[in-house]
């Protein structure tokens, strides 16, 4: 564990490096930890060798028991018959429902953050007023007008020029 910013620096990068000297490890701890190393890989194959291998499947206790049936008829002979429980198929399907569980209520939205609503005045909604671009007459066929054209069917409250945009090309 780093317990100040000299120790995250490499050792042979610090400025008093050549004051360190670090020993070898004697043979036998290399005997020693490698004996551990090989012991900790064997047991992490053999756990996964384990885990690939296929299930082994319940052993069934066979109890039999004898049981003699007389039948009610008198010409009818008596039989032994042999009970025991059958066995469980290991590939059959869980015969029990999974039921989904309904989900609890959702967490309550965000809030929105916004100036608390207020209503609009007669001037404030008349400058907010856009003026009908396209004229009050009908146009079932949905034919594109000129914009000449709709500036002369609208009534004209004051006076309209119309300037040609083949003019401003030039």
Do not use: C
Not at 98 to 106: E, T
């Amino acid at each position: 564990m780093a317990t100040s910013f000299k120790d995250l620096i490499p050792l042979r990068e610090r400025a008093d490096a050549g004051d360190i000297e670090i020993e070898r490890p004697s043979p036998e701890e290399v005997t020693r930890q490698t004996e551990r190393t090989k012991n900790a890989l064997a047991n992490l194959i053999s756990g996964a060798s384990t885990a690939q291998k296929p299930q082994v499947v319940q052993k069934h206790d066979d109890q039999v028991t004898y049981v003699k049936y007389k039948p009610e008829q008198p010409e009818s002979r008596e039989r032994l018959i042999k009970v025991q429980s059958a066995r469980r198929d290991p590939m059959e399907p869980p015969k029990h429902k999974v039921k989904k569980i309904p989900h609890g209520p959702p967490s309550p939205p965000r809030p929105i953050l916004r100036s608390p609503p207020r209503k609009a005045g007669a001037e404030e909604q008349a400058a907010w007023r856009l003026p009908p671009a396209v004229s009050s007459w009908k146009n079932p066929k949905g034919y594109t007008k000129g914009i000449h054209k709709l500036l002369v069917a609208r009534p004209v409250l004051e006076d309209v020029t119309i300037i040609r945009l083949l003019d401003l090309t030039k």
